[in-house]
């Protein structure tokens, strides 16, 4: 089979591929919710990361060994030598205004619409990584979205408890898109209200640049222990000084919420999203530390 000839992007393809993202969260009807007809997600964000990034390296001792970089799983998907030059491309996808509004009055179980944001609106998510691979294929161009593939799983990490071997929010970080705050969440210039998504592609991309200077830099506790709402937030107690308990924060999601709200809410997976509204960082960066950047 002929090989499909390579588009040249010269200086405009972070450009594209912004717009191929923005339009698909735009136009889907994924991005349609059942119950009102209203958006999952808003306008989305969008960085780049080279595929040669120190942190998808130091992931493997964060997180795990089992942490793919961006060269593992494109030559697991793809065979042959390791490609020199590999780009990461990852994207936001904020909550809409009115699901986190629904979200704030909850204090043990998620809203509705949160619920179905979790479940339907990742649907629109995992549409979205296939069609940006579908893009770049029809471009010339290889790429793989490791969350999409059959190489992806969860797995048990002594450092860290349940993990998964290509973790969205950490790409995330590696793309300049966001910094954790003590609950995990990845708090980006739209806040933590949101769901992550990411494509590894031989397409050369320029990386985003990196404007925080920590991985703790956008959240109030680490900055100045003035905040800890987020811990105040959790019905399990799962989010503490010493950071988040994602194993009991897994097992109050996947057994407490599921039993109590699946038949009711007509969802299969489980996310309650209470430590994400309701804080200052629910969709934005902290206003203090904004303030604090612009002197």
């Known amino acids: 089979m002929k090989p499909t000839k390579r588009t040249v992007f010269n200086k405009e393809s972070e450009k594209f591929i912004e717009g191929v993202v923005a339009k698909f969260v735009e136009e889907s009807p994924a991005n349609r919710r ?9 306008a989305p964000l969008v960085g780049f990361a080279s595929g040669n990034n120190p942190l998808f390296k130091q992931y493997k001792k964060i997180i795990g060994d089992f942490h793919f970089t961006p060269q593992e799983i494109f ?39 949160w619920a179905h944001a979790r479940n339907f609106g990742e649907q629109l998510n995992v549409k979205l990584r296939d069609h940006v ?6 471009k010339g161009y290889k790429a793989v979205a490791p969350m999409n593939s059959p190489f ?11 993990a998964s071997s290509w973790s969205e929010r950490h790409v995330a970080y590696a793309c300049g898109l966001g910094a954790f705050g003590l609950s995990d ?42 905040c800890k709402t987020c811990a105040s937030r959790c019905p399990v107690g799962a989010i503490t000084e010493k950071g988040h308990d994602k194993d009991k924060c897994y097992e109050y999601l996947h057994f407490a919420v599921l039993k109590a709200k699946k038949d009711e809410y007509g969802v299969q997976i489980a996310g309650c999203g209470l430590c994400q509204t309701k804080v200052p960082c629910e969709f934005e960066i902290p206003k203090r530390i904004q303030k604090e950047r612009r002197k």
């Open 34 to 42: 059942k119950v009102d007809g209203g958006k999952y997600w808003e």
């Open 75 to 113: 030559q697991l998907t793809f065979g042959g030598r390791p490609s020199k030059e590999l780009s990461v491309i990852s994207w936001v996808l904020p909550a809409s205004e009115d699901i986190r509004k629904s979200n704030r009055k909850e204090t043990r179980y998620p809203s509705l619409i």
């Open 133 to 138: 691979v579908s893009v770049l294929k029809k």
């Open 152 to 162: 992806w799983k969860w797995l048990q990490s002594t450092g860290v408890g349940i």
């Open 185 to 226: 969440g990845l708090i980006t210039a739209k806040g933590k209200a949101m769901r992550v998504g990411s494509v590894v592609t031989d397409l050369p991309l320029k990386p985003s640049a990196k404007i925080y200077p920590h991985r703790h830099a956008n959240c109030l506790y680490y900055f100045d222990k003035s």
